[in-house]
Nanobody, 124 residues
Framework: QVQLVESGGGLVQAGGSLRLSCAASGRTFSRYTMGWFRQAPGKEREFVAA????????YYADSVKGRFTISRDNAKNTLYLQMNSLKPEDTAVYYC?????????????????WGQGTQVTVSS
């Protein structure tokens, strides 16, 4: 089992940047596919980005391609999401997710483990 704790959210103006972090417990972090999802008020949770446990590929939602970058530091058991050129429509609670050796991880039901979320608010 793995526990996830997100941090780094906050209030930023449109065009600004934030970096989210997700600290994971356990000793097998490198074997987990990791993902970021977000949920805006009144909307369903949506996929943002994923990093395969193989380290070969990253996946992004079309809405964030070219602006967001997912990365991980296996030595620190930490997942990151660098968010640049933020837009008001990026406002949401951002969740980190983990699943052992799964596939692409682009669907919320690919994951068993979730963090509590961190709020990102982008003002216009």
């Amino acid at each position: 089992q793995v526990q996830l704790v997100e941090s780094g959210g906050g209030l930023v103006q449109a065009g600004g940047s934030l970096r989210l972090s997700c600290a994971a417990s356990g000793r097998t972090f490198s074997r987990y596919t990791m993902g970021w999802f977000r949920q805006a008020p009144g909307k369903e949770r949506e996929f943002v980005a994923a990093d395969s446990w193989t380290g070969v590929r990253q996946y992004y939602a079309d809405s964030v391609k070219g602006r967001f970058t997912i990365s991980r530091d296996n030595a620190k058991n930490t997942l990151y999401l660098q968010m640049n050129s933020l837009k008001p429509e990026d406002t949401a609670v951002y969740y980190c997710a983990a699943e052992l050796r799964t596939g692409a991880g682009t669907s919320w039901n690919d994951y068993r483990y979730w963090g509590q979320g961190t709020q990102v608010t982008v003002s216009s």
